[in-house]
C-alpha cells in the first residue's frame, strides 16, 4: 500500500511517498531517510478538513520548520502569511502577525484567537516562553496531536465497516418490508390457502402497508426527522459518551481511552514546564461530565499537598500501571514523562481492544443482518414451497 508521509527535514517540511506493508514500516522507511515523520496517511486520500479552515497541526508543523530553519517568531509569521492562499488561513495569520508586531508575546496573541487555538496550546506556548524552548514545544505538541489523531483514527476505522454494513442490511430491510412484501401480499390473498402462521402475519403487514403506503410514508419521514433533532441533542450532551460506558466490555475500554487521552495531555503539558495544577486546569475540556468531577476533587486533594499519584487514585482516575508510573515519577522528578509512557501503554491496550471487537462483532453483525433478510425471505417463500408439494 503507498502511504503519504509529511515530515521535517533539512529543507522545512516535506511530504514523502513510500510503498509499505502497514504504517509502522512507513515510517520506519520516512525515519530511514535523515527525516522526521509527523503524520501519515493512505497516498491519494483527501484532507478531512474543508477549504479554507485553519489547520493548527499543519500551522505547527510549519512554524517549527521555519524555526529551526533559523527565521524569528515575527518573520516565521510572516513567512507563512505570504505563502497562505486560503482565505480564513490567512485571516488568522494574519491577526496573529498584527498582535506580534504590537509588542504582545507569543501566547497572548494566540488567547486573542480561542476559535483556532486551544487553552492547552496557549498555556503550552506560554510555558515554552518562559524556559525560550519554543521550538521544544512545538514538536512536542506535533508528536501529542499526532499520537492522538492515531488513535481516534483506529476507533474510526474500526467502527466505518460496522456502521455501514448496519446501514445497508437497514436499507435491505426496509425494502423487503415495504416492497417486496406488498407485492407478495397482493399475489397470496387470492390464492385461497392456508398460509403457515409467521407467514399470515408478514402477509397482513403487507397488505397493510399496500393500502396506508403513502401514510406509511410520511410517517417514516417525520420519525426520521425527529429521530435526527432528538439523535443531535443526545450526541451533543455526550450520550454516546455515557451509553457506551454502560456496555459490558465496552464501557472499560471507553474509560481506559479517556484516562489515556488525560495522561497525554498532562504529561505534554508537565514535559512542556506547566505546573500541575495549572495544566490540570488546561486539560479539563478533555473530559466527560462525570469524570471532571472526580478530577476537580482530584486537583482540590493535591492543592492541599497530596501526591499526584494519591489524589488521582482517591478520584478512580488511573489504572493499576498507571499509577505505578506515577508513583515512580514522583519520586525520580519525572511526572511528565511517565505520564506520556502511562498514555503510550493504554494507548497499545486499545488498539489490542479494538482488534478484538473488529474481528468479532463484524462477523456477529453479518450474522444477525443475514439472519432477519433471511428470515424475511423464507417466510415469503413458504406458501410457494407449499403450494408446489401440493403439486406433486
Given amino acids: 500500500m503507498r502511504y503519504a508521509v509529511r515530515a521535517i527535514g533539512s529543507t522545512g517540511v516535506v511530504t514523502v511517498t513510500v510503498d509499505a506493508a502497514d504504517v509502522a514500516t512507513a515510517l520506519a522507511q520516512v525515519g530511514a531517510q535523515a527525516l ?10 483527501r484532507r478531512s478538513s474543508p477549504r479554507g479552515q485553519f489547520s493548527l497541526p499543519l500551522f505547527s508543523q510549519e512554524l517549527l520548520a521555519l524555526l529551526e530553519a533559523g527565521l524569528s517568531l515575527t518573520e516565521a509569521i510572516d513567512a507563512l ?51 525560550s524552548s519554543l521550538p521544544a514545544s512545538l514538536s512536542r505538541y506535533i508528536d501529542y496531536r499526532s499520537r492522538l489523531d492515531a488513535v481516534r483514527g483506529r476507533v474510526v476505522s474500526a467502527l466505518i465497516y460496522p456502521a455501514i454494513l448496519a ?8 425494502f423487503l418490508l415495504g416492497h417486496v412484501v406488498p407485492r407478495f401480499a397482493g399475489v397470496y390473498q387470492g390464492t385461497g390457502r392456508e398460509l403457515p402462521w409467521l407467514s399470515q402475519q408478514l402477509i397482513a403487514w403487507g397488505a397493510f402497508a399496500a393500502q396506508h403506503g403513502k401514510a406509511l410514508a410520511i410517517g417514516a419521514a417525520g420519525l426520521l426527522f425527529a429521530a435526527i433533532v432528538t439523535g443531535r441533542a443526545w450526541w451533543q450532551a455526550g450520550g454516546p459518551q455515557r451509553l457506551l460506558r454502560r456496555l459490558p466490555g465496552i464501557g472499560s475500554t471507553v474509560v481506559t481511552f479517556e484516562l489515556a487521552r488525560l495522561y497525554l495531555s498532562l504529561g505534554t503539558l508537565l514535559e512542556g514546564g506547566l505546573p500541575i495544577l495549572q495544566a490540570m486546569g488546561l486539560a479539563e475540556g478533555l473530559l466527560s461530565a462525570e469524570t471532571l468531577q472526580r478530577y476537580r476533587l482530584a486537583a482540590a486533594a493535591i492543592g492541599r499537598g497530596e501526591s499526584v499519584s494519591q489524589a488521582f487514585e482517591g478520584a478512580a482516575l488511573v489504572t493499576p500501571v498507571a499509577l505505578r508510573m506515577l508513583r515512580v515519577g514522583e519520586r525520580t522528578g519525572q511526572l511528565g514523562e511517565m505520564m506520556e509512557r502511562a498514555a503510550r501503554f493504554h494507548d497499545g491496550e486499545i488498539s489490542r481492544r479494538i482488534d478484538v471487537f473488529a474481528r468479532t462483532f463484524e462477523p456477529l453483525l453479518m450474522a444477525a443482518i443475514g439472519l432477519v433478510v433471511g428470515t424475511i425471505v423464507v417466510l415469503l417463500y413458504m406458501p410457494i414451497f407449499d403450494l408446489a408439494g401440493s403439486l406433486r
Fill in 36 to 45: 522526521r515523520p509527523l503524520s501519515v496517511s493512505a497516498a491519494g486520500a
Fill in 81 to 131: 502569511c505570504d505563502k497562505e492562499q486560503r482565505a480564513e488561513a490567512r485571516a488568522v495569520l494574519e491577526q496573529l502577525a498584527r498582535a506580534l508586531n504590537e509588542g504582545l508575546r507569543f501566547s497572548a496573541a494566540l488567547e486573542a484567537q480561542p476559535a483556532h487555538f486551544p487553552a492547552l496550546y496557549v498555556g503550552l506556548m506560554r510555558a515554552a516562553e518562559r524556559t
Fill in 167 to 174: 446501514a445497508v442490511g437497514l436499507l435491505v430491510t426496509l
